[in-house]
């Protein structure tokens, strides 16, 4: 098993420029998380989703969009990148099936936009 | 709302216990923990239900006061391996929501 793949690992972008950061995981999980991490700090929940279709905004999704197509995949697209969106984003997954929800990261992409 | 993390930094010796504590507002349905090392993404410690069931590494050990919204993740006998950010993580409710708040982070540094 995969886990949770997380690509590109690292990416420089211009302000204004667009991305989509890409999360794909192979443990048929229900839940889908993207988090953001400025240095120093902890993780803050951007979206989320509960399944195929289902998404949810956390607490700092402004600047982001997601979708969830299928079960495996929750792309995180940056429409217009600004400066501020400079982090470490790292995409989970979990399944609440055994009522727990462990969170599987993934390695993480850092993003640098200038 | 973003659950708070106490104390922000411990500095330990090897052999030496640490109780990082996090505490929320609002009524929860799990408590999470995870420890993060540098450049390297969060791993699991432990997960506390609501009504008692816990889920977690052996050599970890947890507590969550489900009337004060409290929980502590207790660190015996610490190893240099100990070292590292922990983050506690609350999922208000009554059922897993899949939406997961993390607190600030407790660093947590074991010298020998």
């Known amino acids: 098993n995969a886990g949770v793949t997380q690509t590109p690992k690292f990416q420089v972008l211009k302000t204004g420029q667009s991305m989509t950061l890409q999360c794909a995981q192979d443990?048929?999980?229900?839940?889908m998380s993207w988090y953001r991490q400025d240095p120093g700090m902890g993780l803050r929940l951007i979206h989320y989703?509960?399944?195929?279709?289902?998404?949810d905004q956390g607490e700092v999704p402004n600047g982001y969009n997601v979708s969830r197509s299928t079960t495996e995949d929750f792309p995180l697209r940056l429409l217009s990148a600004a400066p501020s969106q400079t982090s470490v984003y790292f995409c989970?997954?979990?399944?609440?099936?055994?009522?727990?929800?462990?969170?599987?990261f993934g390695e993480g992409s850092r993003l640098t936009v200038l | 709302q973003q659950p708070v993390q106490s104390p922000q930094a411990v500095i330990l010796r090897e052999g030496e216990d640490a109780v990082i504590n996090c505490s929320s507002s609002?009524?929860?349905?799990?408590v999470h923990w995870y420890r993060q090392k540098h450049g390297e993404a969060p791993v699991f410690l432990m997960i506390?239900?609501?009504?008692?069931e816990q889920k977690g590494h052996e050599k970890i050990s947890a507590s969550f006061n489900e009337k004060k919204q409290q929980s502590s993740l207790y660190l015996t006998a610490s190893q240099l391996s100990y070292s590292g950010t922990y983050f506690c993580?609350?999922?208000?409710?009554?059922?897993?929501?899949?939406?997961?708040?993390f607190g600030q982070g407790t660093t947590l540094q074991v010298k020998p």
């Open positions: 609002k009524a929860l349905y799990s």
């Open positions: 989970a997954s979990s399944s609440p099936r055994d009522g727990f929800g462990e969170l599987f």
């Open positions: 993580g609350t999922v208000g409710g009554s059922s897993n929501t899949g939406k997961l708040i």
């Open positions: 506390l239900l609501k009504g008692g």
């Open positions: 443990m048929n999980h229900e839940y």
């Open positions: 989703s509960v399944g195929a279709g289902i998404t």
